[in-house]
């Protein structure tokens, strides 16, 4: 058994500032090792992207009637969503015209760029239109004001190919904002 | 009922007897009589009161879900395979899996409506006010906290409603600055929804947010116990103890909670049971809607009811551009819920607390004054008369909607064209309107669907039940139809009203119920064939068929009525379509008829008539779904029309070698779906 002594004030304030700080790292570094692990997992979509846009085919030329009226194709490609491959899924729609006599077409993304909802054309009224927060377009994509939607529909880059299929860019941009900005 | 504390009654004191005995040696090692003591017996000065009863009632709304989300988890399972699916199992299959379901679901509105009533009372009695200052704000995280396992709970069915609602809230949280766009790709689990979306937002549904909500609710109480309950000025009455007084107010207010989630559940099955109808209680309770698909627009899309508010909200900032947007999803909410933050502190002076009972007030009204314009919006078509504004829509129609022929047509007079655009803002309304309640019908159409499909015998195929949707005629076909070939042909029952108009601008035959009885014996009807339902705005109005049919046909002496008839019945029978019963003679009789040289067969190719193929379609099979097929992949092919094929595309065939529109599956979907094969639940 230790006999019990007084020590000096001095000695003890040190040594309960070493046991302090030590007790502090000890539990804080034990903490921090498990915190850490969880840091760097949850962050880990950030590492991802949707790569860079590339031109998928949408539908041949020669079924798309040149009279300026868009017309809603699916946009078809292979996907993965994360553990899951999808061989020729649908991932969304765009709207391709093509006007009298042109060899060129038009397109423009089915996605609302004011919040992403699927925009829908009103032939009647003949303008597009999505349904979530009204936001309606002419049939160039442009704004019909007032509208919530802070800039046009999105244009899609197309190209034609040599067997005669139209290719389109198929690109997710920023919704709400003014500038159109493809994520990446 | 007692006037004073009963203080001495409620002093733990030790007790005799074998279980008394144990209880005392379990009081010794624990001190579970004090802790109880303390739990209940707590002083409520002025007496129990009614007006107490919110928090009670919130903390036991938050038992609810804890109570029915733990039993849902264990049947629930998080992936975009599996989430809609088990959902629908829950609902459809699972013993009591409705009433669960319907409970959790329920008792989430509940718990909103709650949290709006216990923060009226708080901030109206001034239960802010020092000392209980840091309690307010703690509630104050709370009720976020709540909201959150609101927003991610709608998500987890992994139903068209949750999807696009998802998306859209999901694209707001992208607005906050710097962070926003790392944010929402947080939030999302990628750059893309899917499995990781429904994992994360589950991880935070049913572990992050409770267990973080537990935390400070633990907190919420220890200061509420430790300031007291905060009692409404004046006290009239002598004080009374939480147990049993304010208890017993407490459980009855529970029960009126529980009576109203109940009630909402079972409402249509009391309507049902009145108007004598069975009973489905996978339709009671919590909806679910069609399985999430990104390329399908879902034009029903709405956030629930207690978010329509803020839905509302930004089309308030119509026309403000990207900061409008910013404003309303982001900037006045946040500046709104920091107010309410630095309640306690305007609080401490008498203007100041009028000042917050006011705004809290004003945004509850506000709220709900929102929420009002929201639905009266939606539903606007229900009462609106539309036909008063028909002059608006002919113009419309007239001009096309252009400016310069609207302002001609109204006489380039500014007054009248001002009037005319406050209608036409009306009648827009109105359409609006019709288009929302449609496409709720449609929504509701293809859950139904959806659930019919999965409820097979054979279950729902491991690559999920949207992948059953995707192949399902009657899902696919009318949108193919309408995406194909619905520029030319017309698809609708020619007894409805409404076909004549539709026949006269379709350029192509009407393809209701084709290679059925009705349609073949409109097309061997000398007063149809030629006109828009069949031939009549196609390139063979005048062709060989429809001078057959008017002139030889219709002659009693080279065609007796009965001989048609025996085509007509041949023909459905060609198609594997139902002959009403037509005998087998009048079949093979007609058969006959097809077959012969001087009659059908002198044009078409039937059985062992040895007519060439090129003239005139193919009869072998006609109608059946080898022929559509055949017909859509390419009609020029020898068997239809090589020669005088008019405008339809060759569907299946690719041009220079390219893939073609359609794929294999996808005609064979058109062609079901002509047909009307499709799966049909058993009873219907
Ligand atoms: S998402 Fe299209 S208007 Fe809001």
Known sequence: ??????????????????????????????????????????????????????????????????????????????????????????????????????????????????????????????????????????????????????????????????SGSILVKWQNFYTGIEEKVARP | MSTTAPQADSTPKPSSGLLGGLADWFDDRTGYRALVHEALYERVPGGARWRYVWGSCLVFAFMTQVITGLVLWASYSASAQTAWESVYYIQHEMAGGWLLRGIHHVMAQAMVVLLALHLMQVVIDGAYRAPREVNFWLGLILMQLVLGMALTGYLLPWDQKGYWATRVATNLAGLV??????????????PDYGHHTLTRFFALHAGFLPATLVGFLVLHLTLFRKHGLHAKQPITKPDAMFWPDQVLKDAVAMLAVMAVVLGVILMPALRAMLAGEPIVTGHLGAELGAPADPSQPYAAARPEWYFLFLFQFLKVFEGWGASGEFLGAIVVPGLTLGLMFLMPIIGRWKLGHRFNVAFTLAILAG?????????????????????????????????????????????NDEAKLAEFEKRRHEYEAIRKSEAFLVAVKQAKADAERAVDLAGRPEKIPP???????????????????????ASCHAHIDPAKPEAAAIFAQASAANLFEFGGLVWARGLLD???????????????????????????????????PDEVEAVIVALAAEAELPTGGASADLVAKGRGLMADTDRCGSCHAYADNETELGYAPDLNGWGSREWLVGIITDPTHQRFYPEDNDRMPSFGVGSNGGPPTLTEDQIGLIADWLRGSWYRPAGH
């Open chain 1, 1 to 162: 058994m230790s006999e019990h002594t007084k020590a000096d004030p001095a000695t003890e304030g040190r040594r309960g500032f070493i046991t302090k700080a030590l007790a502090i790292c000890c539990g804080g570094l034990a903490t921090l090792t498990p915190v850490g692990a969880a840091i760097w997992a949850v962050l880990d979509p950030l590492r991802r992207t949707a790569g860079a846009g590339s031109f998928l085919r949408v539908a041949d030329l020669a079924n798309l009637p040149d009279d300026g009226q868009p017309r809603q194709f699916p946009v078809i490609t292979d996907r993965v969503d994360a553990w899951t491959g999808y061989d020729a899924e649908p991932i969304g729609a765009v709207y391709v015209k093509r006007e009298k006599g042109s060899d060129t077409v038009e397109a423009l993304s089915a996605t609302c760029p004011h919040a992403g909802c699927f925009v829908e054309m009103d032939k009647e009224s003949k303008c597009f239109r999505c349904p979530c927060h009204n936001s309606a377009f002419t049939l160039d994509g442009g704004i019909v004001a007032p509208s919530p939607s802070p800039r046009p529909m999105d244009s899609l880059e197309c190209q034609i190919d040599k």
């Open chain 2, 177 to 190: 600055p710097l962070v926003g766009p790392s944010l929402q790709q947080l939030v999302v689990g990628g």
């Open chain 2, 367 to 411: 709220a709900g004054l929102l929420t009002a314009m929201a639905l009266h919006e939606d539903y606007y078509a229900l009462w609106a008369d539309k036909t008063a504004y028909a002059d608006v829509e002919e113009l419309l129609k007239k001009t096309g909607g252009d400016e310069q022929q609207l302002a001609a047509a109204l006489g």
């Open chain 2, 463 to 485: 690559a999920g039940a949207l992948s059953l949707v995707r192949s399902d005629p009657l899902s696919q076909g009318p949108l193919l139809f309408a995406q194909h070939c």
């Open chain 2, 526 to 560: 000398p007063e149809q064939v030629a006109g828009p339902a069949y031939f009549g705005n196609t390139a063979h109005s005048d062709g060989d068929m429809v001078s057959f049919v008017t002139d030889e046909l219709s002659d009693p002496d080279l065609w007796k």
